[in-house]
């Protein structure tokens, strides 16, 4: 089912009235009063909270519409004149190399990396939450700990490697880990949600004859269907946002993804033009944003699960 | 799991024991991408860091042997330095500011009957978008030159920024990391949310009832209660910051400057490993940060039991 969700008006309604038992009407009425002003003083201080904390997208936005000259300074995030200059400079590309191939670098990585971190990930998990076998526990105690790990460590051999093999200015190696599960919050955020699936499921199943292979693909897949949505979408604004590994492994701009493209664009266009940069931000972050506005709910979700149990 | 029935038939041991050598071959059979993954990409990796961080390698000529010379040029190097101590500082500052914002606003949305979900959504929308490299070049036009937060700075009183207003002023650089951070408190208010949720409203009626005030209900029952959530999130938040990179990077224009205020201990790391190729100086400050956040998270995990109450009913 897709949810898309919208949301719901604030500081309408307040006071719910919830039904309850019969009381008398004074009490009821004062009880409400009480109600309405506590929750009047709740919209009037997340609303406040609300401006504060979007102002900074909401004047990113805004500022992309403004002449360039007209962006640092200017606290009002309304244009004073309207103008579309920025996003035609930042369509132009850089260097020679057209903005659509950034974005089609960008898009064939993330879809690569969903595709990766669901098989690998699910294959993975399956192991962990559904299948006893010696030695289980130390593994994941093992995979727990990459979690908490600083990945700094590994990056330089693992650079080294990747430079003897030749696949360097490759998508190989940002790739090769989605495809091993080395992203250990998908492995455990797909544990936690096989874990409450009923065993009963399996047991009838292996009773049948099914091996795990079929339990795997015939039950446990469809079922955790809401998990792989939540991991799917996080894997591809993971991918479309990382910065670090595109910086280290992609040296031709042809190859460039969008943050690194637009690093490039930072450092080549000096301080002055931040109507383009800007509106450069605004397009990298597009579909960052049509994921959120689109699957709030389960971004939310998956980030609440994360940290209870385990 | 079913306990296995003591059984003393030969016929059904020998079953079960079939049946638990199929499943160690399936359960090998599908750990085996990530077991792959785990020895060629963490643990392989790991031993070779540790080696060449004794060796002298600069990714052209073969790694020369050294022994202790990279460690001991690590603590006399002033970079070196600067970078351990504007990260700690980063790490000391913007961690709990960040957690507490976010318990705060967690609690004030805990109450609420309509709109949390709204608000919920809104809030945690620049933990989404924080790290991005479109939000630090946004932060970045925000805090130079007269922007927006000089300017209001100023109105409030805080002194004139000089040319390059705080992304320039050295000593602004770091105040202006932490408001990014504290920016994204979403995350953790989310994670928080979901452990207010789980506190049995008994307890605060039970307590309001034996005469306890809102402070003393939120250190008696919402601290202990949200214990475990508290320290979750303070090991992520803290090993997270430590990590520092996108920001820093993007906002001083690939050098860490003005005047070394932004050279955290990742940026140092990248450019003696990438720009100097000194990989084995680099892997030196791996493993130190490897050896710092490890003995960070044991020192939470040990002092969790003083402070960290788990519930008896819970798991």
């Known amino acids: 089912m897709s949810a898309t969700r919208t949301a719901p008006a604030p500081a309408t309604a307040p006071g719910t009235g919830a039904p309850d038992e019969p009381a008398t009407t004074a009490l009821r009425r004062a009880a409400r009063r009480r109600g309405t002003r506590r929750s009047l003083l709740f919209h009037v201080s997340s609303l406040a909270l609300l401006v504060v904390i979007l102002y900074p997208a909401v004047w990113m936005v805004m500022s992309t519409f403004k002449p360039s000259n007209q962006?640092?300074?200017?606290?009002?995030?309304?244009?004073?004149?309207?103008?579309?200059?920025?996003?035609?400079?930042?369509?132009?590309?850089?260097?020679?190399?057209?903005?659509?191939?950034?974005?089609?670098?960008?898009?064939?990585l993330a879809v690569a990396s969903v595709v990766g971190v669901l098989v690998s990930c699910s294959i993975t998990a399956y192991a962990f939450a559904r299948i006893s076998f010696p030695g289980r526990q130390v593994f994941f105690a093992g995979m727990i700990a990459t979690m908490l790990l600083p990945f700094h460590v590994v990056i330089i051999p693992q650079y080294i490697v990747f430079n003897e093999l030749g696949l360097v200015n490759t998508y190989w190696p940002l790739l090769l880990g989605k495809f091993l599960a080395a992203d250990a919050f998908f492995v455990f955020l797909m544990i936690q949600f096989m874990r409450g699936l009923p065993g009963e499921l399996d047991e009838a199943a292996r009773i049948d004859g099914a091996g795990h292979p079929r339990i795997f693909v015939s039950i446990m897949l469809p079922l955790m269907q809401p998990a792989l949505v939540t991991s799917a979408i996080f894997a591809f604004i993971w991918s479309w946002n990382d910065f670090f590994g595109p910086l280290l492994y992609l040296k031709s701009p042809r190859m460039f993804t969008m943050p690194i493209a637009l690093r490039a664009y930072v450092d080549q266009t000096s301080t002055s033009d931040y109507g383009a940069q800007m509106a450069m931000a605004v397009l990298a972050l597009l579909p960052v944003m049509l994921f959120f506005f689109a699957f709030q709910r389960h971004l939310v979700g998956g980030v609440a699960t994360q940290g209870l149990k385990g | 799991m079913a306990a296995p029935a003591a059984t003393t038939d030969p016929g059904r041991v020998r079953a079960t024991q079939r049946k638990k050598r199929a499943d160690t071959r399936a359960g090998y059979a599908f750990l085996s991408p990530w077991l792959i993954g785990f020895v060629a990409l963490t643990a392989g990796p790991m031993i070779a860091s540790l080696y060449l961080s004794f060796t002298d390698y600069n990714l052209f000529s073969d790694p020369r042997f050294t022994g202790l010379e990279n460690y001991q040029r690590l603590f006399a190097d002033p970079n070196f330095v600067q970078a351990a101590k504007i990260t700690v500082t980063y790490v000391l500052l913007g961690t709990p500011v960040?957690?507490?914002?976010?318990?705060?606003?967690?609690?004030?949305?805990?109450?609420?009957?309509?709109?949390?979900?709204?608000?919920?959504?809104?809030?945690?929308?620049?933990?989404?978008?924080?790290?991005?490299?479109?939000?630090?070049?946004?932060?970045?036009?925000?805090?130079?030159?007269?922007?927006?937060?000089?300017?209001?700075?100023?109105?409030?009183?805080?002194?004139?920024?000089?040319?390059?207003?705080?992304?320039?002023?050295?000593?602004?650089?770091?105040?202006?990391?932490?408001?990014?951070?504290?920016?994204?408190?979403?995350?953790?208010?989310?994670?928080?949310?979901?452990?207010?949720?789980?506190?049995?409203?008994?307890?605060?009626?039970?307590?309001?009832?034996?005469?306890?005030?809102?402070?003393?209900?939120?250190?008696?029952i919402t601290l202990p209660m949200l214990s475990p959530v508290l320290f979750f999130n303070l090991l992520l938040e803290t090993i997270h910051a430590f990590q520092i990179f996108n920001s820093a990077f993007i906002i001083s224009g690939g050098t860490g400057g003005p005047a070394r205020s932004t050279l955290f201990y990742t940026l140092y790391l990248y450019f003696r490993g990438f720009r100097d190729f000194q990989m084995g100086y680099a892997s030196a400050m791996a493993w130190v940060l490897v050896v710092v956040v490890g003995l960070v998270t044991l020192v939470l995990f040990r002092t969790s039991k003083a402070w960290v109450h788990y519930s008896g009913g819970n798991r």
Do not use: H
Request: glycine share 14%; no cysteine.
């Open chain 1, 71 to 108: 962006i640092v300074g200017s606290v009002s995030p309304v244009p004073s004149t309207v103008t579309l200059d920025n996003y035609v400079t930042a369509l132009g590309g850089i260097g020679g190399v057209p903005f659509w191939t950034f974005v089609t670098n960008s898009l064939v």
């Open chain 2, 98 to 220: 960040k957690l507490i914002a976010a318990l705060a606003v967690a609690m004030l949305l805990n109450n609420a009957r309509r709109g949390q979900g709204f608000y919920r959504s809104a809030f945690y929308l620049p933990s989404l978008i924080g790290g991005s490299v479109s939000i630090a070049i946004v932060w970045k036009a925000m805090f130079i030159d007269d922007g927006i937060v000089a300017r209001v700075s100023e109105l409030v009183g805080g002194g004139p920024a000089g040319s390059g207003g705080w992304v320039g002023d050295p000593g602004r650089t770091m105040p202006m990391l932490i408001l990014l951070t504290v920016w994204q408190f979403g995350a953790p208010m989310v994670i928080f949310l979901a452990g207010l949720k789980q506190v049995p409203g008994e307890l605060y009626e039970a307590a309001a009832v034996d005469g306890a005030g809102p402070v003393r209900r939120f250190l008696r």
